[in-house]
């Protein structure tokens, strides 16, 4: 639902192009509406024993979790955050990508994106629901996070190198490859080196903050990459993205608990 919802939410705001208020508020009202769904079925279990009543320090002490102590899940949580931080430094920008280095006009542009996002989607969605099947087959997790980050780097080097918009087709399904195998093994990998695995809730709310803290992030790195050298520099762009993948990938080898 993570990769499925990007993909429908280019598809919708593709129709509004033209009335940017729909733009914004199309999606936000079926995000309302979705939202409020979930809420009224979700069979919500209560505690049987109140909380005792803690003070702010002892909420901010929950978002710390001990590299010392808890290695294993240090170093996941690292290259989850690098390879995040790969993924969206380009796809932050794949639409003026396409306007600056593809020459499209913004309605070709777009059009173009809405395919590309959905080919890239699809890719992600199936790798990783085959990665993860065929990582249970296996009993093995870091081998298919090493393919997953040669998978990027390959997509990386195709789009440097993408002059027809054909090719940068080719690139998403080879980045949609890359980065589902990943998806689909790093957070079975990150359950097997839980601190506490009997209560999971706060550790992996701490292991999301390394999928969504880099989409604050990549924007302004991206941007300053891009800028570098009088503007539309895409190939440092590209290049950082890779090596912060391999970087990430490379973070993954001293987790020691899982093969």
Partial sequence: ??????????????CFTDQMLLLFLVPSLIGILL???YVMVLPD?????KPPREGFKAVLRTYWVSPRQHPDFAWAWLSRFLLTLANW????????YLQHEMRLTSAEAT???????????????????????LSDH????????????VLFGIGMVILSQADTIGVFYC????????FGTYLGVDLALVIDVLPDP?????????????????????PALGALLISLGGGHNYSILLITASAVCLCGALAILPVRKVR
Avoid: H
Avoid at 3 to 14: E, H, S
Avoid at 138 to 149: H, N, Q, T
Avoid at 203 to 210: K, R, S, V
């Fill in 138 to 149: 296996f009993g093995r997790r870091k081998p298919f996070i090493a393919v997953a980050a």
């Fill in 45 to 49: 279990k209560p505690l049987e024993t």
């Fill in 35 to 37: 939202v409020v769904g």
């Fill in 89 to 96: 430094i380009f796809t932050t920008f794949r639409l003026i």
């Fill in 171 to 178: 690139a998403e399904l080879v980045l949609g490859l890359g």
């Fill in 111 to 133: 059009e173009t994106l809405a395919t590309g996002v959905l080919m890239y989607g699809f890719c992600v969605m199936g790798s990783a629901q085959a990665a993860g099947w």
């Fill in 1 to 14: 639902m993570q990769n499925l919802a990007p993909t429908a939410g280019t598809w919708i705001a593709k």
């Fill in 198 to 218: 009997e209560n999971p809730s706060k550790d992996l709310g701490i292991f999301n903050i390394a999928m969504s803290a880099p989409q604050i992030f990549a």
